[in-house]
């Protein structure tokens, strides 16, 4: 797939189709890849389509992504003892031969010692890229250097078969032995840090290997989500169905904690395989499209009666979290004059978000270029100038500043060839939720969206495509900002009146539609923030604050304090 690159010979900037993702588009012809090359010789690409990015090295004049490299694993054959552990969990010495278990005297840290081990290698294009280990007799784990980062049993998958996730490598074998196919297991386990049900946003980046899989599990009909049926695999489940996308999962559900554990029962009226076979076919729609039993949402429902709704994220700033707060898999409608600060108060609240939540995002903004979008976070991160004046940052807080960003924001690209349709934001936005994990989209402002008026009025158009933004934001758990300008301006000089959501073309489906309505409306000596709709009181209500902004530092801060 990389191969097509080395073909291309450029001096400093080059567009290309993009190996990764054309060969699964309708338009598989345009050019989306950028090249460009530093002055060592060294290449960077970037896909403005499916956010591939990386970097190259010439050999030879030719462009040649670096191959993943074979890991030096000293490994011996299995010995007796190891098989007969692995049997007493009901793997067969088949079944470990077939996926290449061995046998290593390997360190473990936390038993400071080195042990005799059972080591499951994790494989990606024919080579070894890592390898977990099961020490004996203590029965303590450890891993490779760098760790895995690819679902163990990933080169065994069958493309366009539907795939079954577990949570462990056991797991992964007992479906094996069983003879269920194109069963594959996390590398990191369930997460540690959950909160709520839900993976906190700290654990992002151990969900690398979702984006490393990303074209087999695209290729898949439907995905089964058979993790285990405690708090962190329930979490677990939840986080991959957001990544990978809920109307493409379906989740099993057992009494057992594990698949082994089901493998393993004593149950006379069925062989462990039917009971496998019987949770996998059982697996139910994530989430059932349309219809549901009140049960689905008794867990939910015990959690609301003893700890209430609680409140959404903090924008980071009291006054406007007593009218407004952010949850996650809903829409927020912000509208506002031009030039009344509206993108410059979500930029403020992403930041805030991305330092105190650990939040990634996605941005699309079409009035800002992305170098300039970048200073211009960069700027609110460390509260003083990008460009020369009052308060410049230093180069090392440029530097920290930018690493900062790279670590929490896409930029959808909308300079492309391709029209700025909604599905193609959208498309890209799904691959940003794979690729880090992203939690809010921006997409600033709707008017350079071109919209499907084919056979519908602009007003049905604009319902259509409010509709599949809040399904977006549902099937992955991400919280959207769209930002509009009201229809009618009076450029008389006169003072104009605040904007809400039916000053919007198309007022009733933005008033309708949104879960959020926020107004950013400027006067002479501070910022007025109104929030005009809440379809839920736990999350915000009708009321307005005001915020003061610093010139110098170009942030909000709270009307009490002084400059």
């Known amino acids: 797939m990389i191969d097509e690159l080395s073909n291309y010979h450029f001096d400093q900037t080059a567009?290309?189709?993009?190996?990764?993702?054309?060969?699964?588009?309708?338009?598989?012809?345009?050019?989306?890849?950028?090249?460009?090359?530093?002055?060592?010789?060294?290449?960077?690409?970037?896909?403005?389509?499916?956010?591939?990015?990386?970097s190259v090295?010439?050999?030879?004049?030719?462009?040649?992504?670096?191959?993943?490299?074979?890991?030096?694993?000293?490994?011996?054959?299995?010995?007796?003892?190891?098989?007969?552990?692995?049997?007493?969990?009901?793997?067969?010495?088949?079944?470990?031969?077939?996926?290449?278990?061995?046998?290593?005297?390997?360190?473990?840290?936390?038993?400071?010692?080195?042990?005799?081990?059972?080591?499951?290698?994790?494989?990606?294009?024919?080579?070894?890229?890592?390898?977990?280990?099961?020490?004996?007799p203590e029965n303590d784990f450890t891993q490779e250097a760098g760790g895995a980062h690819d679902f163990f049993g990933i080169d065994k998958v069958e493309k366009g078969k539907p795939i079954i996730i577990v949570e462990g490598e056991i797991d992964c074998l007992t479906l094996i032995e069983a003879g269920i196919d194109n069963a594959i297991s996390v590398p990191t386990g369930a997460p540690i840090k959950v909160a709520d049900g839900k993976?906190?946003?700290?654990?992002?980046?151990?969900?690398?290997?979702?984006?490393?899989?990303?074209?087999?599990?695209?290729?898949?009909?439907?995905?089964?989500?058979?993790?285990?049926?405690?708090?962190?695999?329930?979490?677990?489940?939840e986080e991959l169905a957001r990544r990978i996308g809920k109307e493409k999962c379906r989740v099993a559900r057992f009494k057992h904690k594990d698949l082994n554990e089901v493998f393993l029962d004593d149950d006379p009226t069925r062989t462990p395989k039917e009971r496998l076979e019987d949770i996998i076919k059982a697996a139910a729609p994530y989430p059932i499209s349309g219809l549901s039993q009140a049960n689905?949402?008794?867990?939910?429902?015990?959690?609301?009666?003893?700890?209430?709704?609680?409140?959404?994220?903090?924008?980071?700033?009291?006054?406007?979290d007593e009218v407004y707060t952010i949850a996650p898999a809903q829409l927020t409608v912000v509208t506002g004059y031009p030039s009344s600060g509206k993108s410059n108060f979500i930029?403020?609240?992403?930041?805030?978000?991305?330092?105190?939540?650990?939040?990634?995002?996605?941005?699309?903004?079409?009035?800002?270029?992305?170098?300039?979008?970048?200073?211009?976070?960069?700027?609110?991160?460390?509260?003083?100038?990008?460009?020369d004046g009052k308060e410049r940052m230093t180069q090392d807080e440029k530097d920290e500043a930018f690493k900062w960003v790279?670590?929490?924001?896409?930029?959808?690209?909308?300079?492309?060839?391709?029209?700025?349709?909604?599905?193609?934001?959208?498309?890209?936005?799904?691959?940003?939720?794979?690729?880090?994990?992203?939690?809010?989209?921006?997409?600033?402002?709707?008017?350079y969206i071109e919209l499907d008026k084919a056979n519908s009025t602009e007003t049905e158009a604009i319902s259509n495509m409010l509709t599949?933004?809040?399904?977006?934001?549902?099937?992955?758990?991400?919280?959207?900002?769209?930002?509009?300008?009201?229809?009618?301006?009076?450029?008389?000089?006169?003072?104009?009146p605040r904007p809400d959501g039916m000053s919007i073309s198309g007022s009733m489906a933005w008033w309708a539609k949104t879960d959020c309505g926020i107004t950013v409306h400027r006067h002479d000596q501070y910022v007025e923030i109104a929030c005009w709709k809440s379809r839920y009181r736990w999350v915000g209500t009708q009321g307005e604050t005001t915020l003061l902004y610093n010139k110098t530092s170009g942030t909000y801060i709270e009307n009490l304090d002084k400059f």
């Open 199 to 237: 993976v906190l946003p700290s654990e992002d980046k151990k969900f690398s290997y979702v984006w490393n899989a990303r074209e087999i599990l695209e290729s898949a009909p439907y995905i089964v989500l058979a993790t285990d049926q405690d708090s962190p695999g329930q979490a677990l489940a």
């Open 406 to 447: 790279n670590e929490h924001f896409l930029f959808i690209d909308t300079n492309g060839e391709e029209p700025s349709t909604l599905e193609s934001i959208l498309d890209r936005a799904r691959a940003a939720v794979k690729r880090m994990g992203v939690r809010g989209l921006v997409i600033d402002p709707y008017n």
């Open 296 to 320: 689905t949402y008794e867990e939910r429902l015990n959690d609301l009666y003893n700890r209430g709704t609680g409140k959404g994220f903090s924008t980071g700033y009291p006054s406007v």
């Open 57 to 136: 090295q010439p050999k030879k004049e030719e462009i040649k992504l670096s191959a993943v490299p074979a890991k030096e694993i000293v490994s011996n054959k299995l010995q007796a003892h190891h098989y007969d552990w692995l049997k007493q969990r009901g793997i067969s010495q088949q079944t470990a031969d077939r996926m290449r278990l061995f046998a290593a005297d390997k360190y473990f840290g936390r038993l400071n010692k080195s042990c005799d081990a059972i080591g499951f290698p994790y494989y990606r294009d024919g080579a070894l890229v890592a390898a977990k280990y099961r020490s004996f």
């Open 468 to 496: 599949r933004v809040q399904k977006f934001c549902k099937a992955h758990d991400v919280h959207t900002w769209f930002i509009a300008h009201p229809s009618k301006i009076n450029r008389s000089g006169v003072e104009q």
């Open 347 to 387: 930029d403020q609240v992403m930041v805030n978000l991305a330092k105190n939540d650990d939040w990634k995002f996605a941005v699309c903004s079409f009035e800002n270029q992305p170098d300039i979008h970048i200073s211009r976070l960069m700027e609110i991160y460390t509260k003083k100038r990008f460009f």
């Open 15 to 54: 567009r290309v189709v993009c190996p990764f993702c054309s060969p699964e588009r309708k338009k598989s012809k345009l050019k989306e890849m950028a090249l460009s090359r530093k002055p060592d010789g060294a290449v960077v690409y970037y896909c403005h389509h499916c956010l591939a990015s990386g």
